[in-house]
């Protein structure tokens, strides 16, 4: 079975700042990973995706993230935050052809300082 | 416009009546499921469905009914609502590459 763990619930950064939040998976088999952002009162918006080839990943609004196999990592960057930033983000391992079962990470409520 | 839509967006209901949550996607997908998110918990799965009369659990199935009578509906019912289904639902709808969100339903059972 797989799983997801997102270090860090709750991450604050100034604005201008780099951005890094970490994830970490877990798969007896390769994974599909993804990155999700969700606003206040709304649905689950896709920023990125690694399914395979690059290992380095861009999404949008100017975040990427990379796979990194040997550590099992799929930690996401953005050089310079944004006040428009602030979301919680959300990462998924899949391992379904489908992508019909999506295991989610618990979240991290990332919080740009002016 | 590829869209997942679920009605209603928010409802407040009593222990015990039966609810259903619809669910429908206009991007021919084969895949879809429900998810619910808690408060420190992500979303976890209740239900999925790789196909027309195909469904399956998923990690938090207790309480929930689904069924895939058409391939872009997938309605999530509860048969007998009890407070601790008191949640933010999503429905998804998912190709080999992606899956799809829609804006979740608010569900309050009192």
């Known amino acids: 079975a797989q799983s997801v763990t997102q270090l860090g619930s709750h991450v604050s950064v100034s604005e201008g700042a780099l951005v890094l939040l970490r994830c970490n998976y877990s798969?007896?088999?390769?994974?599909?990973l993804f990155w999700y952002v969700q606003y206040p009162n709304q649905g689950l918006q896709l920023l990125l995706k690694?399914?395979?080839?690059?290992?380095l990943v861009k999404g949008i609004n100017g975040f990427e993230a990379e796979f990194k196999k040997s550590e099992t990592s799929f930690h996401l960057t953005k050089p310079s935050a944004h006040m428009s930033d602030a979301a919680e983000y959300f990462c998924?391992?899949?391992?379904?052809?489908?992508?019909?079962?999506?295991?989610f990470g618990t979240g991290t409520r990332l919080t740009i300082i002016p | 416009e590829a869209q997942v839509t679920q009605n209603p967006r928010y409802l407040i209901t009593v222990t015990g009546k039966k609810l259903t949550v619809t669910c429908s996607q206009n991007?021919?997908?084969?895949?879809m499921s429900w998810y619910r998110q808690d408060p420190g918990l992500g979303l976890r799965q209740i239900y999925y469905?790789?196909?027309?009369?195909?469904?399956d659990k998923g990690d938090v199935p207790e309480g929930y009914k689904v069924s895939r009578k058409e391939k872009r509906n997938f309605p999530l019912i509860l048969e007998s609502p009890s407070p601790n289904q008191t949640s933010l639902y999503f429905c998804?709808?998912?190709?080999?590459?992606?899956?799809?969100f829609g804006q979740g339903t608010r569900l309050t059972v009192v």
């Open positions: 998924a391992v899949s391992v379904g052809f489908g992508n019909e079962k999506l295991t």
């Open positions: 798969s007896s088999v390769p994974p599909y």
């Open positions: 690694y399914t395979t080839g690059a290992t």
């Open positions: 991007m021919n997908h084969e895949y």
């Open positions: 469905s790789m196909n027309v009369e195909v469904t």
């Open positions: 998804a709808s998912a190709s080999a590459t992606e899956a799809f």
